[in-house]
């Protein structure tokens, strides 16, 4: 069963009875799959004519049922005896729904039969032959994505919705990355005794220095005054990857990006080559990502028994000081004991990967792992798999380091044992889950597209075609999680004034699916579309460069600084349709933030995509 960024199921039956249904504008793109693994038939529902219009809902705190006057429908699929599509309008999402509250209370919409209205729904069945699950959502997909660009094309009048172009900005590519430069180098501060970080987490439209605006995760609602002090190096906040972009076009920076790396390696690296990848400014101390009772609080997933960190936050850091090592070094500026740290981590990761190629998803200061977030009504199999759901991660840092270091051979042999795991327990199971460190162990647009990456790099370190494929396959579903529409914005929001467009954005997770969107499918767009050029996969190319675009939206600049008080400022997140809108979170239309790795996506990954096309 395949709904783009909601369900990656390749299982249709089976003799368990459920029903799911999603808010059109929740998905990045209207189609419903249904696969049978053992004929190899697929069935795909796709809706043709996306929903153009929408106004507020008619409703009080605490309705479910209510009036809405929108074209908005929903798009559902049952299974039991046989799997069947349910095509509503208006919208239900009726056994459950994260669009009123964390209780998951259902909705259901109804349209105000006031006045004449018409309405088009239309829709299109195909049955056809398929070699995987994830072949025929890719296939379907990039069928969906063709239709309605060829719909808009034929509606080509002035007053039409553009509901299948990408975004138009006010500036180039390059420009928005300078301003995202001169942003975040505000946000740089000096502290006693020898300290330095980019303090990148705030509210944009209060300024640096504020906390970030509201939103909720399964753990933890922002804001926190915490944001405010505490230095993250992995995951939300990319402090040496900052350091370094910067240094690279600001002479002024060198010296600047060469201390906040220092104190990240006095501070945060020990001796086992464990680290930590949080430091708390006004405790002088740093702190487990997750376990620490005194620590302050953040959106990570927490787990009280142990104290420890996630490979993820811990890798990003390496790979980046590793990149800031040779930076620095080509320019004279010889750092060894940043060297000496790159190794302890990647010896760390040699020392605990485990016999069949994988590296658990955590691990205490020690190395020992942590099990974390398992359910007891999941097998062991599956509870396995969720424990070493971010064996991909290190990949990218071990090809590096097999090209720099003495020892290079034995680096690659574990990225490439790493694969092999990633090859039989994610692309033969055609699941990817884990990617994110603040919400649990699910399914996730951040997995797919770290997977895609990370093959991608071993194939280019080995030649191993194995990799290609596997890269492939990963980015046929990754590519699933970003838009190809774009879904109507309400009026009197920001994201109607400044004619937001979906297409491109990315979908997060299986749990909010694109009820809200951000940029990070930012970062990997170089492997993307290098794929796309290798194999010959224009979509992959096509969606790269649609990513792009969508992700410079609503980035203030002198134009039109979007009511934020600098330029070169973002919101973190974009609300698609209402996430938890009774517990004060998210409403259709609103933005919030900012988390600093804003600016590692739209600098970093920009510019390496921009580098290659």
Known sequence: MGVPSAVYDRRVGGGKREYHSFMEDRLPGGIILFYDEETKEAVTVQKLVPAINTEKEVRVRGQSRYLHKTEVTSMGYGRGDCAFASLCWPYEERETSVALDSSGTYVKAFYPLEEDFEIELSYYIEAKAAPSFTEALFEGYCDLADRLIEAQHADCGSDVFQYAEP????????????????????????????????????????????????????????????????????????????????????????????????????????????????????????????????????????????????????????????????????????????MEAVFLFADFLIEKQNEDGSWYRAYTPKGEPVFMNERPECTEEENDRGRKASTIIPVMFLCDMAEFAPKGEEYLEAAKRAGEYSLLHEVKEELYQGGTMDNPNIVDKEAAQYVMAGMYHLYKSTGDRRYLEGSIQAAKQFVTWNYIWNAPMRRGTILAEKYFRTKGMGAINSVWCGGVVDIYSLFHIKELHLLGRKTGIVFFERMAEWISFAAAQILSCPRDRMGFLDTGMQPEGFGICAQGMDDGMIEKGDIWGTLGWIYSAGIGGMERYMQVI
């Open 167 to 338: 975004a138009e900005l006010p500036f180039d590519r390059e420009e928005g990355m300078e301003y995202r430069r001169d942003s975040v180098s505000k946000t740089y501060r000096e502290f006693e005794p020898e300290g330095a970080g980019f303090f990148f987490h705030f509210n944009p439209q209060k300024g640096y220095g504020s906390q970030p605006s509201g939103f909720g995760t399964v753990n933890h609602t922002i804001p926190h005054e915490t944001y405010t002090y505490v230095l993250e190096y992995g995951f939300t906040g990319r402090q040496i990857d900052i350091a370094l972009s910067l240094a690279k076009e600001d002479p002024s920076m060198v010296k600047k990006g060469e201390k906040v790396i220092d104190f990240f390696v006095k501070h945060c690296v020990c001796k086992n080559g464990w680290l930590y990848s949080l430091y708390d400014v006004k405790g002088e101390r740093p702190f487990a990502s997750f376990g620490d009772r005194e620590a302050p609080r953040l959106h990570y997933m927490d787990y009280p028994e142990k104290q420890g960190n996630y490979l993820r936050t811990m890798t990003e850091p390496m790979k980046d000081l590793l990149a800031a090592y040779l930076w620095y070094r080509d320019r004279g500026i010889e750092k060894r004991e940043w």
